[in-house]
């Protein structure tokens, strides 16, 4: 089991940009994938991007690409997701996944993933 933390949440307003962390703690191989996802209050929570623990492929949702970017940052052995453009419709409780699978394609469903962190808060203001 790998437990994650996730970091680097806050309010911001419309246009600016935030970057999260998620560091995870247990035995990580270099195959497995971790996840972002969001949730809001009443909806299902959402893909966000993926990437693999060695740091090569990834994925976007339709939503985010070309304004998030997901990648390992080796100095500080985390998954990262940088937020820049940010809109109000990115508001959301944003949690990071691992799933412990080499997988051909990274997986969107979350319930593909094994182990989630407690969540950070992005508030977007307009």
């Known amino acids: 089991q790998v437990q994650l933390v996730e970091s680097g949440g806050g309010l911001v307003q419309a246009g600016a940009s935030l970057r999260l962390s998620c560091a995870p703690s247990g035995e990580m191989y270099s195959a497995y994938t971790v996840g972002w996802f969001r949730q809001t209050p009443g909806k299902e929570r959402e893909f966000v991007a993926a990437?693999?623990?060695?740091?090569?492929?990834?994925k976007y949702a339709d939503s985010v690409k070309g304004r998030f970017t997901i990648f390992r940052n080796n100095a500080k052995s985390t998954i990262d997701l940088q937020m820049n453009s940010l809109k109000p419709t990115d508001t959301a409780v944003y949690y990071c996944?691992?799933?412990?699978?080499?997988?051909?394609?990274?997986?969107?469903?979350?319930?593909?993933?094994?182990?989630w962190g407690q969540g950070t808060q992005v508030t977007v203001s307009s």
């Open positions: 996944a691992v799933d412990a699978r080499e997988r051909v394609q990274l997986p969107t469903p979350e319930v593909e993933y094994d182990d």
């Open positions: 990437i693999t623990w060695r740091g090569g492929r990834t």
